[in-house]
């Protein structure tokens, strides 16, 4: 069982930055791949961020080169690092873990423990 909780979120204006936090807490320390998805009012949940076991990052189109996933393993912390900002960004973030394997690495429904979501508002 591995419990997720998400930090950081905030409301700033566009362009400025934020930094997510997401600190699992799994006795063996295993979280396997790890993501960030965020949802909008409205909409579905959309994945921007991983993180697979060995460390391989991945950004969807919308937020490479603004946003960055990092994780500090002694802390078994996950990071989402988001600068340059936009109105657009505005959602609730979620911190997901353990993707089961398939061929959408992006499915939410593909990811077996999440976090309680933080809500980032951007204004423009």
């Known amino acids: 069982q591995v419990q997720l909780a998400e930090s950081g979120g905030g409301s700033v204006q566009a362009g400025g930055s934020l930094r997510l936090s997401c600190a699992a807490s799994e006795v063996s320390g295993y979280t396997g791949d790890m993501a960030w998805f965020r949802q909008a009012p409205g909409k579905g949940r959309e994945g921007i961020a991983r993180m697979t076991v060995l460390g391989n990052t991945d950004y969807v189109e919308s937020v490479r080169g603004r946003f960055t996933i990092s994780k500090d393993h002694v802390r078994n912390t996950l990071y989402l690092q988001m600068n340059s900002l936009k109105p657009e960004d505005t959602a609730m973030y979620y911190c997901?873990?353990?993707?089961?394997?398939?061929?959408?690495?992006?499915?939410?429904?593909?990811?077996?423990?999440w976090g309680q979501g933080t809500q980032v508002t951007v204004s423009s």
């Open positions: 997901a873990a353990y993707f089961r394997g398939g061929s959408n690495l992006w499915s939410a429904a593909l990811y077996r423990y």
